[in-house]
């Protein structure tokens, strides 16, 4: 196992950024972690004192990252690895979902990881080392009904994380996208937004969807304990995946879409070679 790391991670009030800070803490590494308001703070610098240190952040507060950032690297120490995960899921027919809902979506999936990843950036760069973690998910590579938004935001991030992994990795530092499946997390209880349903075309469709994620949440196959134990592998990678996928249904559906998408390119190849001057 590696030495004891200092991980900053972005939103371990629940879910997968909870499990993770607690089996890194556990595996005996300090946590940095973000919180909503000073009481969850509290809490979670009760959970190992003087390892666990929690700060307010509202990811989509762009102006406070930077320097929180700032006082995190003086105050705690040199962060070894980054992980974005504050995040939320929208679900809702496209056309019934306002574009404010849109706009939100990708504030904190997308620019809120942006801000933190360069407010970071300089101080990795500087040590040539460091490790950075993007919790996308299967739906930045597959799609499913009614999480057009959450998709298009979890596609951007993943996009922006395959990126970064070139651009990088002459400076040392490594870049993953995690991309799980269906994990027992809050994502379809009580964390997601739902948007009204006001248009009756999409009710056949659309309603066993909605019926069906509401009572599968809690339900998952994904173990969030089990998901934290697989992602503290990479620490120890010598070179660590662009991606890495969690569950074996994000593995399936992944496969399918590949399959898929071969097929489409076979079929449609002499037309897409047919356009070269």
């Known amino acids: 196992m590696s030495p004891s790391k200092l991980i900053f991670i972005t939103g371990v009030s629940s879910g997968f950024g909870r499990a993770l800070a607690e089996e890194a803490l556990q595996a005996g590494h300090r946590v940095a972690g973000t919180l909503r308001n000073a009481q969850a ?13 929690g700060r307010v952040l509202d990811v989509t507060d762009f102006g406070a990252i930077a320097p929180l950032v700032a006082a995190v690297e003086q105050e705690i120490g040199a962060v070894d690895v980054l992980v974005n995960n504050a995040g939320y899921g929208h679900e809702g027919i496209m056309e019934e979902s306002p574009l404010s809902e849109a706009l939100h979506q990708f504030d904190v999936n997308v620019f809120g990881a942006v801000a933190v990843i360069k407010a970071f ?71 997601m937004v739902r948007s009204p349903r006001t248009i009756s075309d999409y009710d056949a469709s659309f309603n066993p969807v909605r019926e069906t994620r509401e009572k599968r949440s809690g339900h998952q196959p994904g173990d969030p304990q089990k998901a934290a134990q697989a992602i503290l ?39 897409s070679r047919s356009t070269d001057g």
């Open 121 to 191: 950036l300089p101080y990795f760069r500087q040590r040539r080392s460091g490790h950075i973690l993007n919790i996308t998910s299967m739906g930045g590579f597959i799609t499913l009904p009614g999480i057009s938004y959450y998709c298009g935001s979890k596609f951007a991030l993943q996009g922006i994380s395959e990126t970064l992994t070139q651009e990088l990795k002459p400076f040392n530092i490594a870049v993953t996208a995690i991309q799980p499946g269906s994990f027992r997390t809050d994502w379809a209880g009580r964390s």
């Open 41 to 53: 703070c509290a809490e979670f610098d009760a959970l190992a004192p003087g390892r666990s240190v």
């Open 233 to 271: 592998q990479l620490l120890d990678a010598p070179e660590p995946p662009a991606s890495l996928l969690l569950g074996s249904d994000a593995v399936k559906f992944v496969r399918e879409k590949l399959h898929q998408m071969n097929a489409d390119i076979d079929a449609w190849e002499d037309v």
